[in-house]
């Protein structure tokens, strides 16, 4: 596919990269929103997997859209400018909102000024929680796709409490030694690194970014897409209760694709059709 390579700098100083994808020649968008940011989620990029196949299958509905990285991209990588290790395994979310506005910032210098913004998986979460925490007037409307239940609640009653109890434990026990900063191999809610102060901000007892906590301070359209295999504890029924849940939204709905699985990489042009129907609906709004 052709783009344009594109970077950005957030407020923290660090170079985002991206790429940007013109409408296919003759395509022409229907609805108010002028371009599509993408966000993608743990250990993803701005180039690989569902992020940037959704953005192609976008584009050839006349929207421009514009994949990008978070601080938070793949699993680790070193930033020689400021010498930080960044990467999925070091993430405090709440930062995340810095790499949305770049984006959306690099987006509003090119013209366009009704944005929407697509997650899947953590990028879910991130977008949601960029609209529950920011009044960004740009913002058109956001479209979480298959987001995470970040509830340390809901985790301590669900079949998996004892592995995920005994990752708390674990975390909290290299925080309290000093050691917050220090990488452990986890297996819930799915195997993957983490720094014990990154478990525990995005999994810990102050659910700072539990989406269906969060999804009544939303108050652009919400579209929130899932899919029927996504079973698991983490994902099981996140999508309608986040729907449900945003009642200050002028319009919220959840769509569950049959045989999806997590993120809907097997069901990418359903869910591409689902998603620019949201898009060109929203002209009724």
């Known amino acids: 596919m052709l783009v344009d390579l594109v970077n950005v700098v957030n407020d923290d100083g660090v170079r985002l990269d991206g790429a940007f994808l013109a409408p296919k020649d003759g395509s022409s968008a229907e609805g108010p929103v002028d371009a599509v940011l993408l966000i993608h989620g743990s250990t993803g ?52 909102h810095l790499d949305l506005k770049a984006g959306i910032d690099y987006l509003a210098d090119q013209g366009f000024m009704r944005i929407a913004l697509v997650g899947n998986s953590m990028g879910a979460v ?7 925490t920011e009044s960004d007037k740009r913002l058109a409307t956001i479209i979480p796709v298959s987001p995470v239940r970040l509830s340390y609640t809901y985790m301590l009653n669900s079949e998996d409490a004892e592995e995920f109890q005994r990752m708390i434990e674990q975390a909290d026990e290299l925080e309290a030694k000093g050691k917050a900063q220090e990488l452990m191999a986890v297996k819930y809610p799915i195997p993957q690194m983490f720094s014990a102060a990154s478990y525990l901000d995005k999994h810990g007892p102050a659910e700072r970014y ?9 108050k652009v359209p919400v579209f929130v897409v899932s899919g029927s295999l996504e079973t698991h504890s983490r994902l099981r029924d996140a999508a309608r209760d986040i729907a449900i849940a945003a009642v200050n939204s002028p319009r919220a709905e959840y769509k569950v694709i049959e045989g999806g699985v997590h993120s809907l990489g097997n069901r990418l042009e359903e869910t591409a059709l689902a998603v620019s129907g949201w898009l060109a609906s929203l002209a009724c709004q």
């Open 210 to 218: 539990n989406l269906v906590t969060l999804a009544p301070k939303i």
């Open 45 to 96: 990029n701005f180039y690989t997997g569902s992020n940037i196949t959704m953005a192609e299958a976008l584009r050839a509905y006349g929207y421009p859209c514009l994949s990008l990285n978070t601080t938070a991209h793949d699993t680790v990588w070193y930033n020689a400018n400021n010498s930080t290790y960044y990467g999925v395994a070091y993430e405090n979310l709440d930062r995340s």
């Open 126 to 132: 991130r977008v949601g929680y960029y609209a529950a």
